[in-house]
């Protein structure tokens, strides 16, 4: 009774929901701002309130999470409402697609039950998907291993998707130690186009080394773009550290040569290591 309860007041806040969208894109008496928006003005809000989700799943904030959930369900409400308006699908499609298509990636579940380690049923699950790609694909049209990793994703993350996908079909290290060499190799090659002063080709060679060191992350089992999150907050806390630790001398951290924001910055590491 409880569950069913719990579900009538989801349906109903969802309904609330479509219908303020419904509202904002009314041409009569609704939002000018929203009105003037098309797929690819939205997009960008789209994918900022997803690193935002992100976030705060990152810094534990129940309260924060709450929000941005509702801000990135807001957006998929959007562009259906928007597709809606086109006669090309509406939020029910949405909603009844994804729901279907989870129900035929779980057969285990909604099938006959099986006892399938958790990654017997991932691999399982990618099957289905490919399964799924293939059936989207053209008939005349060549498949690839690599078909479906979409453009638009954050570069690290779609060069460990990428590379992931080659893995599937035997394109892959082994082990983590010739990828040390290859790091080795890309390195003297972003130095030597540094050396010939051809920005493009520093350009290429810099791409080539990240690449290489998202498939090391891979290789030992780390999210290549959580650990770069990991490294971006790490830096952030230290350099917040050094201005308070300048400012606590009486010194303007900003003001101070390159030697002796060192100094701080050697102080603020110790400072962590004896607390951690």
């Not at 957006?75 to 597709?83: E, L």
Request: aromatic share 6%.
């Amino acid at each position: 009774m409880a569950e069913t309860t719990q579900n009538d007041s989801s349906a109903r806040a969802f309904i609330k929901l479509i219908e303020v969208m419904v509202r904002l894109r009314n041409p009569v008496g609704g939002c000018p701002w929203d009105l003037e928006q098309d797929f690819s003005t939205i997009a960008p809000y789209t994918i900022e309130e997803a690193y935002e989700v992100a976030d705060a799943i990152q810094r534990e904030n129940m309260g924060d999470l709450k929000e941005e959930l509702g801000d990135l369900l807001f957006q998929v409400v959007f562009h259906s409402q928007m597709a809606s308006e086109g006669g090309a699908f509406d939020i029910a499609d949405v909603t009844q697609g994804i729901a279907d298509k989870m129900v035929r990636r779980h057969p285990h579940v909604f099938g006959s039950p099986d006892k399938r380690s958790a990654e017997e049923q991932t691999r399982a699950w990618e099957v289905i998907k490919a399964e799924e790609r293939a059936a989207k694909s053209p008939s005349d049209a060549p498949s690839s291993a690599l078909d479906g990793v979409a453009l638009s994703l954050p570069a690290l993350l779609r060069a460990e998707k990428l590379q992931k996908r080659a893995a599937r079909v035997g394109f892959d290290w082994t082990e983590a130690e010739p990828i040390f060499d290859k790091l080795v190799e890309e390195t003297a090659e972003v130095r030597e186009a540094i050396a010939a002063g051809v920005q493009d080709d520093i350009e290429d060679e810099i791409g080539d080394l990240l690449f290489v060191g998202a498939n090391l992350a891979r290789r030992l089992g780390i999210d290549p773009e959580q650990a770069l999150r990991r490294a971006n907050a790490k830096f952030e806390r230290r350099f917040r550290a050094m201005e308070s630790a300048a400012a606590g001398d009486g010194a303007d951290f900003g003001s101070l040569d390159l030697e002796a924001q060192e100094s701080y910055w050697q102080q603020v590491k110790r400072a962590e290591k004896n607390s951690g």
